[in-house]
């Protein structure tokens, strides 16, 4: 099975900041990647398909890069509703494999 | 409205059984694959189950295999999941998700709607 590792696995940061997580594949998924924000009790929500396709509704501060092995969720002004736990799934191969989640917390 | 709602959780002895159930709204249900994933108490999401639009096609995590069961009533807009001889480590929120794709009897492999989850304790 396909192993994704995400770093940092939690980080704090302030409203207004730019933040990076990383999600790294064990093996080429080309863009088969999605990323879900999940907030605590909730439900995950789909971001990010495609490794760089936001889902209708998501607000734009929200960007996704990669291919192959590396991928990258950017949220380029990080707002009060952002703080939550971020999870990279790839689809490459059945059945999709999760990350360990990244939790982003206020500084 | 286009929503998922999971029912049926609750504590149970392990070895025992439950049903859960998922009930669709807000969207032509027999149109998409359906899914089961789970999430232990402060852990990460697992993939459980997964069954194809006209139910012709299903498939199990190696962790449940044999002991889960998952069905769908296309005329009930629902999703079912039995789960018999329960383990402790089957503990989890249970998530009903649905797969984009609406080629008939295929998936994508990531989740685009989720229900609000069910939670199942196994302990004795």
């Known amino acids: 099975a396909i192993r994704m590792t995400q770093s940092p696995s939690s980080f704090s940061a302030s409203t207004g900041d730019r933040v990076t997580i990383t999600c790294r594949a064990s093996q080429g998924i080309s863009s088969y990647l999605a990323w879900y924000q999940q907030k605590p009790g909730k439900a995950p929500k789909l971001l990010i398909y495609?490794?760089?396709t936001l889902q209708s509704g998501v607000p734009s501060r929200f960007s996704g890069s990669g291919s192959g092995t590396d991928f990258t969720l950017t949220i380029s002004c990080l707002q009060s509703e952002d703080f939550a736990t971020y999870y990279c799934q790839q689809y490459y191969s059945y059945p999709g494999t999760f990350g360990q989640g990244t939790k982003v917390e206020i500084k | 409205e286009v929503q998922l709602v999971e029912s049926g959780g609750g504590l149970v002895k392990p070895g025992g059984s439950l049903r859960l159930s998922c009930a669709a709204s807000g969207f032509t249900f027999s149109s998409y694959s359906m899914n089961w994933v789970r999430q232990a108490p402060g852990k990460g999401l697992e993939w459980v189950s997964s069954?194809?639009?006209?139910?012709?096609?299903?498939y199990y995590a190696d962790s449940v295999k044999g002991r889960f069961t998952i069905s769908r009533d296309n005329a009930k807009n629902s999703l079912y999941l039995q789960m018999n001889s329960l383990r402790a480590e089957d503990t989890a929120v249970y998530y009903c998700?649905?797969?984009?794709?609406?080629?008939?009897?295929?998936?994508?492999?990531?989740?685009?709607?989720w229900g609000r989850g069910t939670l199942v304790t196994v302990s004795s």
């Open positions: 069954i194809s639009s006209s139910s012709s096609y299903i």
């Open positions: 495609a490794a760089s």
């Open positions: 998700a649905r797969d984009p794709t609406t080629v008939t009897n295929s998936w994508v492999w990531y989740f685009d709607l």
